[in-house]
């Protein structure tokens, strides 16, 4: 099975051939739901949406790393990392439609 990615023109047609909004319209409703998705977390809060998943903002300290090429330390800044963690529900889900084996 070819790996494929969801987007935004995907969206927008799923809005349009469910809801029946015009092929416009569903574009500018995705586009707003991802724009305030974005704008809480350029604002430092996390996103929960029910049965589906978290986006949550984790800082991360200073920390030392090597270069595994010449096993010189380098200093690794502190930074924010988003990750996204899946609801029980969206787990169940995927993991009764996954392929045996895979």
Known sequence: M???S???ADLASAVQSQI????????????TVLDEIS??????????????????LRNKGLRVGRNPKTGVEVPIEPRTVLT???????RDEINR?????A
């Open 6 to 8: 969801l987007t935004r």
């Open 39 to 56: 704008d809480v977390l350029v604002a430092g809060d996390n996103v929960k949406i029910s049965s589906f998943g978290s986006f949550v």
């Open 84 to 90: 996204f963690r899946p609801s029980q529900i969206l």
């Open 20 to 31: 029946g909004l015009s092929r416009a319209e569903s574009a500018q409703l995705v586009e």
């Open 97 to 101: 439609h996954a392929e045996p084996g």
């Open 2 to 4: 070819e790996a494929t």
